[in-house]
């Protein structure tokens, strides 16, 4: 493994909190979220006990994907504010000791973007992949006097930046090596854009699609070799910032130099397994490729931890010290914990185990409410990809209240994601704060017990005691934690409970003999030192 600096100390501490910039929080009432909003709600942030947040692209963009098709890595989108509008975001988060990160997207542009354009037209442009006439199957024809075609990274208009091929083919002349022109510069590139938002204080980068870079690279060999080479760089030039990966296998992108990587809803049984093996319920947000199974976290009782528990072993092995793994309750492309058949009364078992694994928790805009993913929404910015993949459903307005729904109510319908009618059934921040019983105050909750006690921390040891219903599993060989997400009572003996103090539980009794009885929907986190000494 290459040795790197250690990550900076804050990262072992960090509690994510994923905002879709355009669906958080609107100052100005044009129906789309922007930096001010997010300005203004930095106190509920941090009240909840959040330190660190991530946003989704804000550069400039014509946002046929959301702002995943870049045209502009030096300013953001007009759209959300300007370059000090987040700057100020930054300088406020930062006086609540609360860091922000942006979304780099590393592998392709927006066909818009002027280095596009500029290849378009120029045959000896390397920048982006290019063919010639007869060109393999998946490339685009040129837009332009160029001949031939380009290949993308994702969407025809996301035209994949050259940073070379890992192996040569003789049918294939155009394939470019990695050490080639038109990949160093895009190489040097990536530096500039980080250093100059490193610069103006941003705390690090949340990396997508990090594993496309190099193409026909068996085993991304080419690719990890890019981001050692600019890990190196971020240790010496700017030590106190981090790189989040979206790779999916953190054996593979810690060692390549990421401070931590996400555990994801894509992929095998070697990665995507472990996420949708916890959440996913074959509603919402499914790819017809995927092994659907029993998720755990579902009232049937059919789901096993045990895929998720095997997934996280393996790579906490592998990373050992080096890196982290970390948990999300969904993100902008994944279904929300409340989906389809789930209900909000399973939702605190599934906090109080994402808040007590040793992973680095990120938390999805709108969970710690529990807003429902809200199916058949109509396309927007790119936001369907196939007949059972629409995102829409993740990306819906922040339920802050229900009077004005933080001004995205009273904007036209079709600037964002449909925002919502007012509804008894739709949880808001405002209803649950008034109500010390609510989600939200649990997860805050839960988000200072975790604070407080390093055992429970991505640093702390795991034993697991029982993979199953109830999953029991004991922290730091202190705190004991029992889940069970199924809607029937079960049961689990062990003698350490008898003792232990109650940090916070529903649904829960302990006998005398150590019986520990989990009702439907029950959590439990006791601490098993007698009266919960130091």
Known sequence: MTSFRPAPAWLADAVFYQIYPQSFADSDGDGIGDFNGITERLDHLAWLGINTVWLNPCFVSPFRDAGYDVSDYLNVAPRYGSNDDLAKLVDEAGRRGIRVLLDLVAGHTSDEHPWFKAAANDPADDRYVWAPEGHPDGFVPSPGTRPGAYLP??????????????????AEPWRRPVDAEGPRANRAALREIMDHWLGLGLSG????????????????????????????????????????????????????????????????????????????????????????????????????????????????????????ISLPSANH?????NCGPRTADQLPAAFAFQLTW?????????????????????????????????????????????????????APPDRLYLPL????????????????????????????LRTSSPEL??????????????????????????????????????????????????GI??????????????????????????
């Open 153 to 170: 990274n994702f969407f025809a208009f996301q035209p994949a930046l050259n940073f070379g091929y890992a192996r040569e083919n003789p």
């Open 358 to 410: 040793p992973t680095l928790p990120a938390i999805y805009y709108g969970d710690e409410i529990g807003m429902r993913y809200v199916p058949d929404l109509p396309e927007k910015e790119g936001s369907v990809l196939g007949p059972r993949y629409n995102r829409a459903g993740s990306r819906t307005p922040m339920q802050w209240d229900d009077s004005a729904n933080a001004g995205f109510s009273t």
């Open 333 to 337: 492309d994944f279904s929300r914990l």
């Open 457 to 506: 921390g991505p640093g702390g040891s795991v034993e697991v005691l029982h993979a199953g219903y109830p999953f029991v599993y004991v922290r730091g060989g202190r705190y004991l934690v029992v889940v069970n997400p199924r809607r029937d009572a079960v049961s689990y003996g062990y003698d350490g409970a008898r003792d232990a103090r109650v940090l916070a539980a529903s």
């Open 205 to 324: 980068f949340r990396v997508d699609m990090a594993a496309s870079l190099v193409k026909d690279d068996a085993g991304t060999t080419e690719t990890a070799k890019i981001w050692t080479e600019l890990r190196h760089w971020m240790d010496g030039a700017h030590p106190d910032a981090v790189l989040l990966s979206e790779w999916g296998e953190p054996e593979v992108s810690v060692p390549a130099g990421f401070h931590a990587d996400f555990f994801l809803q894509f992929g095998g049984p070697t990665d995507g397994l472990a996420l949708r093996s916890l959440w996913s319920n074959g509603e919402g947000t499914v790819d017809e490729n995927w092994d659907q199974l029993d998720c755990f976290f579902d009232p049937s009782g059919k789901g096993s931890p045990r895929p998720f528990v095997e997934a996280w072993h393996r790579a906490s092995t592998a990373l050992g010290h080096s890196g982290f």
């Open 421 to 448: 009618a007012p509804s008894p059934n739709r949880p808001t921040v405002a209803a649950q704060l008034a109500d010390d019983t609510s989600l939200l105050h649990l997860v805050r909750r839960l988000l200072a």
């Open 509 to 534: 009794r302990v006998d005398g003999d150590g019986t520990i009885t989990a009702h439907g929907f029950a959590y439990g986190i006791f601490d098993l030192r007698r009266g919960g000494g130091q």
